[in-house]
């Protein structure tokens, strides 16, 4: 009788859940670049939706599909946030490829290239329009 009831309550006993792992840094630190020129304007990204040089989006090698970072340039402390949808940089010495309206907006156009922070953006604090 009395293993019957433990094996009743078992169920019922609350277990520590471990907290998932972060398959990639939620912050990141170095070299941006951006892309959209003509070129590539409405050309299928990676994640199959078109790009368009006036969207906030960028290409990052890890980072999943839809996840919201903000970049900052380090240089002048401007900074955006930006939805990944794409994947890159080609070159492995930059760490996010940014769309034209992200580099205006981070000041970086006129160089092409600015050393940056980027962070992801927890769910928590994203606005529904967002």
């Known amino acids: 009788m009395k293993y019957a009831l433990i094996f ?3 169920p019922f006993i609350p277990v520590k859940q471990p907290k998932p792992e972060n ?5 990141q630190t170095g070299v941006a670049s951006y892309y959209g ?3 590539f304007h409405n050309s299928r990204t990676a994640s199959g939706e078109r ?3 006036d969207s906030l989006t960028a290409a990052h090698r890890t ?3 839809g996840t919201r970072v903000k970049v900052t340039n380090l240089q002048n402390q401007k900074s ?3 939805r990944i949808n794409d994947r890159g940089p080609a070159s492995k010495k930059r760490i996010i490829d940014v769309s034209v309206a992200a ?3 981070l000041d970086m156009i006129q160089s092409g290239l600015a050393r940056v922070r980027v962070e992801v953006v927890p769910k928590e604090t994203m606005s529904p329009a967002q």
């Open 23 to 27: 398959k990639y840094p939620l912050t």
């Open 80 to 82: 955006v946030v930006v």
């Open 8 to 10: 009743f309550l078992l």
């Open 37 to 39: 020129t003509k070129k």
């Open 51 to 53: 790009m368009h040089r």
């Open 63 to 65: 980072f999943p599909f």
């Open 103 to 105: 580099a205006r907006k």
